[in-house]
């Protein structure tokens, strides 16, 4: 049997040649992991960040898209995951979820687990560096089992939101310094909040992280660096967050889910 294409019957690119087919129900965009495993598969992970990013970008931004617009899987070593056509303009988009080792070895370990079994959230999950705690079977419960983290303290959690993006963009410019910028001079960066931060305050969040970039010289002092940075979430979107004006949308409640 021949081998469905990265966007399966669509092929390994998608393409939208009106803006009229730039809507979020559109049919190249309207896919979604069947389950959470699936999800955690890599290409599965990538394909929902993009066509996610998609349908919020149609949905909330959708006066600055520039048709005709293809969206093509790439992913060699040099290459960024994507390589976008709009409007005649090309350039690479390479996708990231902002999370922890600890926290996805956590949530590894919890899937392996029985039913009886939850997983306890909490702002040391985030947390990169090696400590006393760093076992990630030392965050699963049995379920009515007390929870012991001391949880989330005022401005806590955009503070570490902030600074999980932060890691995740120093990573991710290293490379397109010295991989994709070879073949892909323009560069954008797609990030997936996967932090479970509670945030309350998503503007306050943007703020701080582009107050973290401004302390970063790498990021301002070097021709080579992405020319957008975009995080979404299934619920929110922030738009050129370290730009000038960035835009933060986000769902109604009750709404549809994209």
Known sequence: MQKAGFFDEFGDSITFTTNAACVPDNPQVAWRPASFQEWRQQ????????????????????????TPLTVARLGGRDEPDFRVTEGG????????????RRLQSATSQFMKSDSAICMELGPELNVEHDDIRSDPGAWLRA?????ISEG?????PELQWADICMQTIRKKLTKL???????????DLLLYS??????VD???????????????????ET????????????NWVVFDVLGERPKVAAKEVGESPL
């Open 43 to 66: 290409d599965c992970e990538e394909r929902h960040i993009v066509t996610l990013f998609l349908r919020m970008r149609f949905t909330h931004d959708a006066t600055s898209v520039r």
């Open 143 to 147: 379920k009515g089992e007390r929870f």
């Open 89 to 100: 303009q090309n350039y690479g988009v390479e996708v990231a979820q902002t999370t922890t």
């Open 152 to 156: 989330w303290i005022g401005m806590e």
């Open 194 to 199: 996967n932090a479970h931060t509670p945030l």
């Open 223 to 234: 021709p080579v660096s992405f020319r957008s940075v975009a995080v979404v979430a299934e």
């Open 177 to 187: 310094r010295d991989r994709y910028s070879k073949t892909h001079p323009l560069c």
């Open 202 to 220: 998503l503007a306050a969040a943007v703020q701080f992280l582009k107050a973290r970039a401004r302390a970063y010289p790498q990021i301002a």
